[in-house]
């Protein structure tokens, strides 16, 4: 339990105390809304790597070369735990917003550190408002802002399964043209989710798999990208399982 306490007390810390910072960040928007966004990534990522070093996670990163730095994508990866956002946020190489679920708004500070991040709030049973997110997305990565998105809709709570991903969520790319970033995400349910309320030390793997884009597959696999990064994905995730099982 000692290491949720720690983990518990320096997010609450780390939001309370940082009111300041939350106000300092609101000024220099008002005059430079990159540096804002910058500062802020900066800040979040730090945030995020003492909340890993507390859980006692240590994240193995492969595949991170593959990242294009010098123009925005969309992260794609599966979702099984709260710590992915953790993870895969302290990696990101330049300003992306993640799309989340709208009940994140329900709490002050934290959601305020998301909005400067350019997060954005989907309404999974609203279908207009989901596609005014995506629109808004694409507008994002016309900016040059990445988007990250975990396209099974919802974190899955079956080890070693994945849900369909959602086709519409491809739009980002399918309307930008941008890169897609396929991430595969293995072990991180070990933290917490898979024995509540404990955080456990744990080793979890990130892989980045090599970014394509739309326009160069076939026209039946751009009709279902969706299914297309999924296997991607679930290929890498079952080379890891083998791996591991050596």
Avoid at 100 to 128: I, Q
Avoid at 215 to 244: C, F, H, W
Wanted: glycine share 6%.
């Amino acid at each position: 339990m000692i290491r949720l306490i720690l983990v518990v007390l320096f997010v609450l810390i780390f939001l309370v105390g940082g009111i300041p910072l939350l106000i300092a960040e609101w000024i220099i928007g008002k005059f430079n809304m990159d540096l804002k966004s910058r500062s802020s990534l900066a800040i979040v990522q730090w945030a995020f790597k003492v909340v890993l070093f507390l859980a006692g996670t240590r994240v193995i990163v492969s595949g991170e070369e593959n990242v294009p730095k010098d123009e925005p994508v969309l992260y794609i990866g599966n979702h099984r735990s709260y710590f992915d956002i953790v993870i895969t946020y302290s990696r990101v190489p330049r300003l992306t917003g993640y799309i989340a679920k709208k009940e994140m708004l329900r709490y002050p500070l934290l959601r305020d550190w998301m909005k400067n991040l350019h997060c954005l709030f989907l309404d999974r049973k609203d279908v207009k408002q989901g596609l005014k997110v995506i629109l808004t997305a694409i507008d994002k990565v016309k900016e040059g802002i990445s988007i990250c998105i975990f396209p099974e809709g919802t974190r899955n709570k079956v080890n070693h399964t994945f849900m369909e991903f959602h086709e519409g969520s491809f739009k980002i790319a399918a309307k930008t043209g941008c890169a897609i970033v396929p991430m595969t995400i293995y072990n991180s349910a070990e933290i917490f989710e898979d024995h509540l309320p404990r955080i456990r030390k744990t080793e979890v793997i990130l892989q980045y798999g090599k970014p394509f884009y739309m326009k160069d597959l076939p026209k039946e696999e751009q009709k279902k990208v969706g299914a297309y990064t999924r296997n991607l994905i679930m290929e890498s995730y079952e080379k890891i399982k083998e791996e591991k099982m050596q």
